[in-house]
């Protein structure tokens, strides 16, 4: 390809697929210069990509309380009583109806790790700590950012309490966690 | 049920990269592979269940439609099946199904995986963008936004056992990778074989708490396959059959919060019992020979020992503490290198597993040969916190 149809390239897959097009031209420029013999195998950029309106169904409500309340709701059991947080309409033990009800916020850490490393939707967060925690009044566990000012004060049964972000999109990171002490 | 044989079977070298080859190429090579090992061809495969994991991966939905078409296996029967990890172990357990239950007499169980076309421009390597795609696995609504890797997911695991049990140190995990690498380098389909020290491991970088770099699998492309026969079928085609005698399955709670801990895999000890259940083996270590464990990381290989009843539950970090895992020690586990050492082509991972030990079974593992091979399990795990595990006791003839 010449110089102009290698810009016109770099612009249709830039828009295509979103990357910019000093990164294509980095990965792209000898294949397209025809560094490359005819039977080499050609890499291509491609990108797989669905757009949702998507139902929250049953669980609604929660995040909307988050959202537009900075609440936390678990779903309790009418039968067994056991505690859903993350929420379900109906038990999975029980088969019957659960029923909302507002949680405190305060949880304790059941585990917790620092990482270092992540996908290419987070890397720009790293390092960061992800932690399994179990809210008060429920009888279940959730995955969740907790946010230190040092890693050495977060340890399994370090007592946590949920903090709520400026910016709320009815997404479970509308809510994060902070150890209770450091407040 | 009728009893089930591997006749043939191949495998595709595990590698980072199969720049030369798309997805259902790979597939062709490990199949007709397979088949030439079983002496059959195309036309006397009866039906097949493909273990293929991620269809980000392979840029395709329902990708095993173009790896049955490839193989010019158009018109028989097919199914495919998708247990994240666990997805190769799966494959097998249905293609056991397929042959036991007298459906069919021929199964091609043919595993395939190639991650590394997902790639992040901005750093200009596969693994960040591969583990976008994985984390598409985790729960969309609570678990994925968090950040999470699947690494991070069985770190947790391996730290809630620690609290627990004070095991595994870093140092014990330290001692698996360098076995396995080390197991790597007499495998010539690995793709990490590397001579290593327990202060490399430890002083590698760090991924996720407690897990450095070499605690970690790491991203493979590769096909494996096995051909299944019944009983009449294998006695006409092999006289060295590898007959699979104990298959146990289990699903846990893919939601924590329904489990009563995270720091045993329940799914992987329902599995281990059902299938010693079925081979009739009542003393692990000492019934088996050889074991291939899931060692995506260095702690969960070592959470497998106790899972797989070869002590204790926390004593995992015993037995690679007195050496009974090493290839000279009383039950070697992973002598393929494992995924750690030889790689994780997660479709093909479970497969590659079970290739590995009947290798053994049918004294044609050249340098790794394990002495007076007999019987060996495969464990094949999978999805958070280990939500899939499939096992499967292999033996020979006599």
Redesign the interface.
Known sequence: MNKAEREKWYEYHSGKEGIPVEYLKRDFEDELSGKNAMDDPLEIPDKMDVIYKYSYGQQSRFFRELRENKKIYGAKCNQCSKVYCPPRATCSFCYEPTEWVPLEGTGIITACTVQYFTTSAFIKKLPFICAYIKLDGTNFIMMTNIEAKDVSQIDVGTRVKAHFREERHGAITDVYFKPIEQE | MRKVAIVGMGTTKFKARW??KTYYELAFDAGKMAMEDAGINRKQIDCAVYGIYND?FQ?QYQPDAFVHDYLGLGLKPMVRVNSGGATGGSALRIGYSEVASGLYDICLVLGVEKCN?CY?????TT???V??A??YTA?M???N?????A??GF???V??HM?KYGNPTEEQMAKVSVKNHMNATKNPIAQSPKILTIEDVLNS??????FKFYDNCLYTEGSSAVILASEAVARELTDKPVWITGVGASADYV????RPN?YTFESSRQAAKRAYQMAGIKDPIKELDLAELHDAFTGTEIMAYEDCFFCEEGQGGSLIDNETVMPYGELPVNLSGGLIGCGHAVGATGIMQTYEVALHLRDEAGERQLKNARRGLVQSIGGTLCTWTVCLVLERED
């Open positions: 720049l030369d980000f840029r076309d992040n421009y901005e750093v200009q693994t960040p963008e583990l976008r994985i984390l729960d609504t609570y678990d936004p968090a950040g999470r890797t690494a991070s770190a947790l695991a730290i809630a609290k970088r760090k991924i996720v708490e407690p939601m924590p919060g329904n995270i």
